[in-house]
């Protein structure tokens, strides 16, 4: 499970961020995960519930948006990969690039 290994590192970078900007408590954090990335998301919130209690965290949302999976097919057909099983909708084919999907990113961290 290396969700927390990834919550432990958010926390670290977001504990940066509070010192450099002097801040005092963080209210969220928006998170960005692909359905590619390899972040489970029901696991990944687990491990930040279990992770932030009695730490500076204990308080602070995690706001997580799931990104498609996106391909481009050859045909030039732009389309979610999971609701096509795939299979290109225009052109029937399975000839794609990935094209999104992969992403894990901090978005955003509100914070006073």
């Known amino acids: ?4 290994g990834v919550v432990l590192e958010i926390f670290e970078l977001v504990e940066e961020i509070m010192k450099e900007q002097d801040l005092k408590k963080v209210s969220s954090v928006t998170v960005d995960v692909g359905e ?3 972040i489970l998301p029901d696991y990944f919130k687990e491990c930040w519930n279990a992770a932030r ?3 500076v965290f204990e308080e602070t949302e995690m706001i997580l948006n799931i990104i498609p ?3 481009k097919c050859a045909c030039g057909e732009e389309y979610e990969l999971n ?3 795939r299979i290109c909708p ?3 084919k399975t000839d794609y690039e990935i094209i999104g999907g992969r992403e894990f ?3 955003q961290i509100e914070a006073c």
């Open 36 to 38: 590619l990335s390899g």
């Open 53 to 55: 209690l009695s730490s």
């Open 1 to 4: 499970m290396h969700e927390l």
């Open 90 to 92: 225009k052109c029937r």
């Open 69 to 71: 999976a996106m391909a």
């Open 83 to 85: 609701t096509c099983e």
């Open 105 to 107: 990113m901090v978005r």
